[in-house]
């Protein structure tokens, strides 16, 4: 059974930061893409960042430059360090991978659909 739990989320004023953090047990994740996905309330899921095993790295427009991902594959966490954060960052965010190793294209890994695995997510709120 793999497990992905999230942690490190809260409330937040707005410039300020958070780091959170994603532990998978159940199974090894050394060379799977690990990737994290916010939902803010009434929209959609949408992608944030994801990390190859090498580590190589996405991140979504509205986060690049705030936000950066990074991975302990020896504890088998990845991270999501979230700086200068702003009111539309509240959402719910999660934590996903994959059963393949493969280390896709953008438009590929930023796909809800192309994770198996998906933890049960931690609110970020950030107030103005």
């Known amino acids: 059974q793999v497990q992905l739990v999230e942690s490190g989320g809260g409330l937040v004023q707005t410039g300020g930061s958070l780091t959170l953090s994603c532990a998978a047990s159940?199974?090894?994740?050394?060379?799977?893409?690990m990737a994290w996905f916010r939902q803010a309330p009434g929209k959609e899921r949408e992608f944030v960042a994801a990390?190859?095993?090498?580590?190589?790295?996405y991140y979504a427009d509205s986060v690049k430059g705030r936000f950066a991902i990074s991975r302990d594959n020896a504890k088998n966490t990845v991270y999501l360090r979230m700086a200068s954060l702003k009111p539309e960052d509240t959402a719910i965010y999660y934590c996903?991978?994959?059963?393949?190793?493969?280390?896709?294209?953008?438009?590929?890994?930023?796909?809800?659909?192309?994770?198996?695995?998906w933890g049960q997510g931690t609110q970020v709120a950030v107030s103005s």
């Open positions: 159940g199974r090894t994740f050394n060379k799977q893409p």
């Open positions: 996903a991978t994959k059963k393949s190793e493969a280390w896709l294209t953008y438009y590929s890994t930023s796909r809800s659909g192309a994770y198996d695995y």
């Open positions: 990390i190859s095993w090498t580590p190589l790295t």
